[in-house]
Nanobody, 125 residues
Framework: QLQLVESGGGLAQPGGSLRLSCAAS????????IGWFRQAPGKEREGVSC????????KYADSVKGRFTISRDNAKNTVYLKMDSLKPEDTAVYYC??????????????????WGQGTQVTVSS
């Protein structure tokens, strides 16, 4: 059974950076496409970014394009989300999720089978 644990969240100032990690256990991440999602209070869950199994295909929400970078290190069984030029509107709980059925990734949460517990990101001065 795959388990995902996010880390790296916290408080950042506007314009600052954070790097989130999604560490897997119980199975190798080689077999999974990975997505990052976020949910702010009172808002629906939003797909932020995703990466294919091999890492050659990535996708970003328009709101984070050019600021966030997703990457994966299958040897470390970990996927990262580097977040630069943070804005207050990036404040949310961030979740990673894993999909074994598809090679390419999706920003639709319904295709993902496994979810982490989330990590809080707060952007404020």
């Amino acid at each position: 059974q795959l388990q995902l644990v996010e880390s790296g969240g916290g408080l950042a100032q506007p314009g600052g950076s954070l790097r989130l990690s999604c560490a897997a256990s119980g199975s190798t991440l080689d077999y999974y496409a990975i997505g990052w999602f976020r949910q702010a209070p009172g808002k629906e869950r939003e797909g932020v970014s995703c990466i294919s199994r091999g890492g050659g295909f990535t996708k970003y929400a328009d709101s984070v394009k050019g600021r966030f970078t997703i990457s994966r290190d299958n040897a470390k069984n970990t996927v990262y989300l580097k977040m630069d030029s943070l804005k207050p509107e990036d404040t949310a709980v961030y979740y990673c999720a894993a999909d074994r059925r598809h090679y390419y990734c999706s920003d639709y949460g319904g295709v993902y089978d496994y979810w982490g517990q989330g990590t809080q990101v707060t952007v404020s001065s």
